[in-house]
């Protein structure tokens, strides 16, 4: 091997060609893996993102509704057309969804930059509310939207009788 590089023939066009060749071959795998690294990177960044975002959400209203009794419940305005879904407590508290916006007493609890237009509270039974949070990012085309559902029960009057 030393006397290769001990000559003063140089290095041919074929062999530098060659070399030239494997290089951009072994480039462009490097460069697609690192890409696809960090396309998938930002894509479960994104998801987990819409994750918290829609748990801040859920716990809020989960929060409100615990202790909440049926019959505390003083207003239902479910508006599929208007995309609203509100719940009143005690002439006082309300929460839900409006507009693409989780609501708690008229204050937005999502960041401006997350959509929840199609995002629901239904009511399948008296005292039972189902909460349905879907979530999209209008600028992000990559990352599926998330759909995070919870039922809870309220307490009943029938439930506190002997």
Do not use: W
């Not at 697609?32 to 959400?57: C, M, P, Q, W």
């Not at 609203?84 to 002439?91: G, Q, V």
């Amino acid at each position: 091997m030393i006397p290769y590089f001990n000559n003063n023939r140089g290095v041919t066009l074929p062999e530098v060609l060659i070399t030239l060749v494997l290089l951009s071959i072994f480039s462009i795998a490097i460069y697609s893996f690192l890409f696809n690294g960090l396309h998938s990177y930002e894509k479960v960044k994104t998801e987990t993102a819409f994750r918290d975002e829609a748990d801040i959400v859920m716990t809020s209203f989960i929060n409100k509704l615990y202790p909440v009794k049926e019959a505390e419940i003083t207003k239902r305005e479910f508006k599929p057309a208007e995309k609203t879904y509100l719940l009143t407590i005690n002439n006082t508290t309300t929460i839900g969804f409006k507009d693409g916006k989780a609501l708690l007493n008229g204050q937005a609890l999502n960041d401006a930059n997350y959509d929840l237009t199609g995002s629901k509270i239904t009511e399948p039974s008296v005292g039972q509310f189902k909460i349905t949070i879907q979530i999209t990012k209008p600028d992000v085309d990559f990352a599926k939207p998330l759909t995070l559902e919870s039922q809870i029960g309220l307490i009943t009057e029938a439930a506190n009788a002997p």
